[in-house]
């Protein structure tokens, strides 16, 4: 369960704010995803990396902004945003493919005042 | 992927009592996947099912995928304090084969 790392676990900032969600994988995994969490729901898909490469982005709005630098890391860059983007953020890993399944992190729990 | 239909949406069981969720699609499963989340966890991968009909256990929990693979179910015997979490089947069978998640089931043990 440690082997996909995300920070920080909480995040307080106002709507005029920039901050950054990190997470890191030892996996070896080529995809790596950033889901978004509302309580009681299940995990709702925003961005996927495939060899580094973004490669579906399922209409988040702009004030989200995801990178890649390498295998290891990704990146969730937050500018501008609203009190309902407030939720749990998690980051996944997979081989892709088929059959994959996701490997997900601890979470980052945002809220935005 | 496919939206598949998952119910109950929350159990209440003394400990001791059994515990089923159901996963319900309306088009035929490639595969179908199990995740567990702890309340303020997150999801853990419990298990995948590919094989019509297929039946696999991990020590009190049954998993199965039916003849059809159009629905999918996970047992638990005797539920522990531990089983306390919401349960998600997800669905990889979109073009993308990322997993859709059903909406959950959330089982509360009484001790």
């Known amino acids: 369960d440690t082997e996909v790392t995300q920070t920080p676990k909480h995040l307080v900032m106002g709507m005029t704010n920039k901050k950054s969600l990190k997470c890191e994988q030892h996996?070896?995994?080529?995809?790596m995803y950033w889901y978004k969490q509302k309580a009681k729901k299940p995990p709702e898909l925003m961005f996927v990396y495939s060899y580094e490469k973004l490669s579906i982005n399922e209409s988040v709005p702009s004030r989200f902004s995801p990178e890649c630098p390498n295998s290891s890391l990704l990146n969730l860059h937050l500018h501008a945003l609203q009190p309902e983007d407030s939720a749990l953020y998690l980051c996944?890993?997979?081989?892709?493919?088929?059959?994959?399944?996701?490997?997900f992190g601890p979470g980052t729990r945002l809220t935005v005042l | 992927g496919q939206q598949v239909m998952q119910i109950p949406q929350y159990q209440h069981v003394q400990e001791g009592e059994d515990f089923t969720t159901y996963c319900n699609s309306s088009?035929?499963?490639?595969?179908i996947q199990w995740y567990k989340q702890r309340p303020g966890g997150h999801p853990v991968f419990l298990i995948q099912?590919?094989?019509?009909?297929e039946v696999k256990k991990q020590k009190r929990l049954t998993f199965q995928f039916g003849e059809a693979k159009k629905n999918s179910s996970l047992h638990i015997t005797a539920t522990q304090t531990t089983d306390v979490g919401t349960y998600f089947c997800?669905?990889?069978?979109?073009?993308?084969?990322?997993?859709?998640f059903g909406r959950g089931t959330s089982l509360i043990v009484h001790p």
């Open positions: 996996m070896g995994h080529r995809a």
């Open positions: 996944a890993v997979g081989a892709g493919g088929r059959t994959d399944t996701q490997y």
């Open positions: 997800a669905d990889p069978s979109g073009g993308s084969y990322i997993p859709t």
């Open positions: 088009t035929t499963l490639s595969n």
């Open positions: 099912l590919v094989k019509s009909g």
